[in-house]
Every structure is written in C-alpha cells, then in structure tokens.
C-alpha cells in the first residue's frame, strides 16, 4: 500500500523500516528539517511533506534557503511581530510552506490575510473551539473575491480551485485528516485513521508489517464510507445544501446552522466567480 502517505514521528528506526513508503513526519523544530531529509533519503523513502508543530511564533522562526525543495505545513500559534516577519518575507514566499493558524484567535484570521497579501500560503485549522463566524466570512470573501495577486488561504481556494457543481471535494486532506490519503504511525508504527483517533490511542494494525494489507482492513473500508453515516442518521449534515463543500467537517451542535450559513456563502461566491467571463477590455487603437 505504498500510494498513501504516512504521518509518522521523527524516528530513525521507524522510518528505516518505511523504505518504498511516502513519509509526513512530525517535528517540533524547524532545525530537524535538513536532518529529517537526509535521513529519508537513506531509507529510501519520500519525503511527502514535513509536519512541524511549533509553539513559538512564524515571526521567530528563522527560514533557511536550503529548505527550498522541501514541502513544509508549519502549524503556529500566531505570526507573532509583524516588522520581524517582514525580514523573512521573501525568503518563506521562496519556500514549499503552508502555514496552518487556528481559527480560534480572531487575530490568526487578520493574519491570515496578511500573509496572503504577502504572498505566503495559509491553512485555516477549524478545531472544536468557537469560531468568530463574522471574522471567518470576511476572510473566505477575500480569498475567493479578491482577484489581485495574492497567496492561497485553504481550505478557500482549495474549494474554489476543485469546485465542481456535481461533485463533493472533500478538504480534511488539506489537514492530513482524510484515511485515503493519510495515515498516522506512532513511534510502533501502529496505525491510526485519523489524528484524533491517534491522540485517543485507537489503532487498527500492531505494526508497520501490517499497512500493505490495510485497505482490506474492515476499519480502514468503513473509515473511508464514514461520510456515508450522516445518510444513515439523517443528520443534519444529510439535508445541508452546502453538504458538497463540506462533507460534515463541522462537528458542532445539531441545533448550530452558523457553518450551513457560512458554507453556503462560499458556495455561492465560488459560484459567482466561475461564472464571471471577464471580457478583455479593448483601450482605443489608432
Ligand atoms: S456545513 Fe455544517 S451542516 Fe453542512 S455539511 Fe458541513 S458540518 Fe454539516
């Protein structure tokens, strides 16, 4: 099952006993980067992506050239001091970087759009918290109106960019939270569906020898119909007519419409924009 990607701890024994396999390893600190890939490369394995998990701010980590080539989700707090991150401006629009912020902080949805002005990639985290659904709207209508230069905020332009009227596009990949693609190893190399069946400790295999035979596990089968359940309940998620962008990415309260409301206005501007024929503006001629 070498066509999945695995997200896994920095562990040189792991990752030795992953060779064929394309790797997401999970790190604390940036300074792990050029060691990681080198490490990779002597097990023969490909380094999809590197996780990195920092509790200090975009603005004080210090970006190295050398990183280029490696793609990079960098989770943060926040972007931190705004006159520093503009000393490294130009080096991160040079990287392979999505930088996740959580949408908890109404702070990160300022600062998301400010690194897309700037030309840096964003990823906003919904986890269970209260969102600000104002702040968040504004946000999505810059990233899916706004037709000046500016860097992807995911998962807006993800959406916008797959959009089909007759198709669901599902964004947890976006978040490493979708089993067809990702999977999660602990240092065991037990597998996990998902990140939070991870942090609960439910895996479905005891070891790495196990992953080549997963997707006949019936847990893995029925992990990837999961969507397939809201049908089943008839939840609200079954009747929302934003279903297709969405596919129940919100676990909120049945009674709680703020994310029908709110992917339904994506839906619409996502509509509205595909279906504008910019005509080319012809200026006199002599
Ligand atoms: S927008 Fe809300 S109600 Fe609609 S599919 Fe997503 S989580 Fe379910």
Same mark, same amino acid.
């Given at each position: 099952?070498?066509? =999945?990607f695995?997200?896994? &701890?920095? *562990?040189?024994? %792991?990752?030795?006993? !992953?060779?064929? @396999? ?46 280029r ?55 906003? =985290?919904?986890?269970?918290s &209260?969102? *600000?659904?104002? %702040?968040?709207?504004? !946000?999505?209508? @810059? ?28 964004f947890?990949?976006?978040?490493f939270n979708d089993p ?9 190399g ?10 609960r400790?439910?895996f ?50 049945e ?32």
């Open positions: 099952m070498n066509n =999945v695995l997200v896994c &701890p920095d *562990n040189e024994q %792991l990752i030795n006993s !992953l060779s064929g @396999y394309s790797l997401v390893p999970v790190i604390t600190r940036v300074g792990r980067i050029a060691s990681l890939q080198r490490l990779a490369n002597k097990a023969n394995t490909h380094l999809h992506c590197v996780i990195i998990h920092s509790i200090r701010p975009l603005s004080s980590i210090i970006f190295n050239d050398e990183w080539s490696i793609p990079i989700a960098l989770f943060v707090p926040g972007i931190g001091n705004i006159s520093s991150l503009m000393n490294q401006v130009e080096i991160m629009k040079n990287q392979n970087l999505r930088v996740y912020l959580s949408a908890n902080k109404d702070e990160n949805l300022t600062a998301a759009r400010i690194l897309s002005s700037l030309g840096v990639e964003t990823a906003i =985290v919904f986890d269970q &209260p969102v *600000n659904w104002n %702040l968040l709207r504004d !946000l999505a209508a @810059y990233a899916i109106y706004n037709i000046t230069a500016h860097a992807d905020i995911a998962p807006f332009g993800y959406l916008k960019e797959r959009y089909n009227p007759v198709k669901q596009i599902n947890e990949s976006l978040y067809e693609f990702y999977l999660h190893l602990d240092d065991a037990r597998v996990a569906l998902t990140r939070e069946e991870y942090d400790g439910e479905i295999s005891r070891d790495v020898s196990e992953l080549a035979t997963i997707r006949d596990n019936i847990k893995y089968l029925r992990a990837i119909e999961k969507w397939r359940e809201h049908f089943l309940s008839f939840d609200k998620c079954a009747c929302c007519p934003a279903w297709k962008i969405c596919m129940g990415s919100f676990q909120v309260d009674e709680d419409y703020n994310c029908r409301d709110f992917f339904l206005e994506i839906m619409d501007a996502i509509e509205t924009m595909l279906s504008r024929t910019v005509e080319k503006k012809i200026v006199w001629q002599p």
